[in-house]
Nanobody, 128 residues
Framework: QLQLVESGGGLVQPGGSLRLSCVAS????????IGWFRQAPGKEREGVSS????????NYATSVKGRFTISRDYAENTVYLQMNSLKPEDTAVYLC?????????????????????WGQGTQVTVSS
């Protein structure tokens, strides 16, 4: 069964940090572009960050740039999202997704429909 599994979410105070992990089951994560998305209640799914297969091309949403860092561990077949200086507006379900590296990926990485494997998500709540 092909699936992605996220972990690392939880409740954290404003200004705190969390590290999310995304692992694959049934396929090699290293062969796909990986994106992190988030969805808050009543809002559309939002692209947070993405990383290319080779790890050199990385994208961030403006709202998280400078606070979040995406990385991949090829040996562990895992992609991480390090989240620092968390704010209440970061509260959402965070999902990872796998997609193909297209020629225009740099300008389309945030479009959910371009990803074909999705995890179930992990809840991140930022509150005092």
């Amino acid at each position: 069964q092909l699936q992605l599994v996220e972990s690392g979410g939880g409740l954290v105070q404003p200004g705190g940090s969390l590290r999310l992990s995304c692992v694959a089951s049934g396929f090699n994560l290293n062969n796909h572009v990986i994106g992190w998305f988030r969805q808050a209640p009543g809002k559309e799914r939002e692209g947070v960050s993405s990383i290319s297969i080779g790890g050199r091309n990385i994208n961030y949403a403006t709202s998280v740039k400078g606070r979040f860092t995406i990385s991949r561990d090829y040996a562990e077949n895992t992609v991480y999202l390090q989240m620092n200086s968390l704010k209440p507006e970061d509260t959402a379900v965070y999902l990872c997704a796998a997609g193909a590296e297209r020629s225009n990926w740099g300008s389309t990485w945030y479009i959910p429909s371009l990803y074909y494997y999705w995890g179930q998500g992990t809840q991140v709540t930022v509150s005092s």
